[in-house]
Every structure is written in structure tokens, then in C-alpha cells.
T-cell receptor, first 116, second 118 residues
Framework: AQKVTQAQTEISVVEKEDVTLDCVYE???????LFWYKQPPSGELVFLIR??????QNEISGRYSWNFQKSTSSFNFTITASQVVDSAVYFC?????????????FGGGTRLMVKP | EAGVAQSPRYKIIEKRQSVAFWCNPI?????LYWYQQILGQGPKLLIQ????????DSQLPKDRFSAERLKGVDSTLKIQPAKLEDSAVYLC????????????????FGPGTRLLVL
């Protein structure tokens, strides 16, 4: 069965600090997809990134970057020069072929608080 | 492009009452999902529709929860009768995939309905 672990339940940083959110996953499939979502206080889950298991290139988008390492089953997310608006709960999620469709398995989330 | 719409945004009911939530997915998205998110946890899938057919409802407590997507567009999730432990945020999501069992399509979420059962 697939599983996603976000060991950090809560992180607090001061504005402009860099912060890394960890994500470790378990799957028996060779083809799978990993996602990160942001959930601000308004409650809506906002899609940030999608990565398939065959693409281990790291990705950078503005202040956001992602480090995918299959050898350690990790898909970590770094925010550079954090801002107060980055305060939210961040979820890592895994989608694999379970013959029942496109189910996402989410981690427990990491609450990030960025203080001014 | 309009996102996933959900209503109501908030609902407070007493236990044993019934409640219904509505979701309208992104236009053209074939697949619709309902998730339950209990406070402090990640969302958990309740049911997945492909057009108007059910793909996966293995996590749906069928003794009290029901869902339908009659015309393959919008969907309704009902709880009858509600229990205290049903207090949660109910999130609707949609994805483009038109092929049953397609893996890895990005799911786009609505704002959710926050349910409190007293």
C-alpha cells in the first residue's frame, strides 16, 4: 500500500529565511506521480507541482524548488527567502496505479508559519 | 477559467440530521473526487467518479454516505444521519482525464465545505 510521511508537523521561520519541507513516500509501483499542494487558511488546496517517477530532475519555480531522490524515496520542497504569504499547510501526495483510478494519498501536512 | 465550485461553504447541524453538499467541477473535466479532511490530517478520498460512473468508492461509509453525479457534470454528496465524527472539511476536486484508471492527472480542488456536527 502507498504511504506518504511528512515528519515535520509544524515549522516556524522568520521572513527571508530558507525552509525545507520533507516528504518521504512508499510505493511498490515503478510508475507513480508525486505532488505538492498548498492549503492557506481559506482552506482551498492549491496545486504547486507534479512530478513523475521517471523524471528525477530537480525543478525551480521562482522562490520554490523541489528535490526528487528516488534512492531515498524523498520529494522535498524548499522555499527560498520565505515571505509571510507563504504561511500555510503544505501537503505532499502520491498517485500510483492501483487499478481503481487516480487516487491521491496525502501526507499529514506540514504547517509553515513565517513571522515578519 | 472558473475553478471547482462548492456550496455551502459552512454548515452546522445536529447529530442524526442529514446534510448535502454540492460540487461543480472545472468545465470539461471528466473525473470528480470527494475527499474528507479531518482537522489536522491530510485529505482522504471518499469517492471518485469518471463521467457519471463510480470508479472507486471503497472508502465511502455507505451506511450513511451517498454520492451521485447523474449527468456527468456536477455532483452531490449526502450524509444521513450525521455523526459527531463526520465533522470535517469536505473537498471536491476534478481532473481532466477521460480514460478510466488514468494515473497522475493533476487534481484541482474547490474551497471545501466545513461541516460541524453538534
Amino acid at each position: 500500500a502507498q504511504k506518504v510521511t511528512q515528519a515535520q508537523t509544524e515549522i516556524s521561520v522568520v521572513e527571508k529565511e530558507d525552509v525545507t519541507l520533507d516528504c518521504v513516500y512508499e510505493t511498490r509501483d515503478t510508475t507513480y506521480y508525486l505532488f505538492w499542494y498548498k492549503q492557506p487558511p481559506s482552506g482551498e488546496l492549491v496545486f504547486l507541482i507534479r512530478r513523475n517517477s521517471f523524471d528525477e530532475q530537480n525543478e525551480i519555480s521562482g522562490r520554490y524548488s523541489w528535490n526528487f531522490q528516488k534512492s531515498t524515496s524523498s520529494f522535498n520542497f524548499t522555499i527560498t527567502a520565505s515571505q509571510v504569504v507563504d504561511s500555510a499547510v503544505y501537503f505532499c501526495a502520491l498517485s500510483e496505479n492501483n487499478n481503481a483510478g487516480n487516487m491521491l494519498t496525502f501526507g499529514g501536512g506540514t504547517r509553515l508559519m513565517v513571522k515578519p | 477559467e472558473a475553478g471547482v465550485a462548492q456550496s455551502p461553504r459552512y454548515k452546522i447541524i445536529e447529530k442524526r440530521q442529514s446534510v448535502a453538499f454540492w460540487c461543480n467541477p472545472i468545465s470539461g473535466h471528466a473525473t470528480l473526487y470527494w475527499y474528507q479532511q479531518i482537522l489536522g490530517q491530510g485529505p482522504k478520498l471518499l469517492i471518485q467518479f469518471q463521467n457519471n460512473g463510480v470508479v472507486d468508492d471503497s472508502q465511502l461509509p455507505k451506511d450513511r454516505f451517498s454520492a451521485e453525479r447523474l449527468k456527468g457534470v456536477d455532483s452531490t454528496l449526502k450524509i444521513q444521519p450525521a455523526k459527531l465524527e463526520d465533522s470535517a472539511v469536505y473537498l471536491c476536486a476534478s481532473s481532466l482525464d477521460r480514460r478510466r484508471g488514468a494515473v497522475g492527472e493533476t487534481q484541482y480542488f474547490g474551497p471545501g465545505t466545513r461541516l460541524l456536527v453538534l
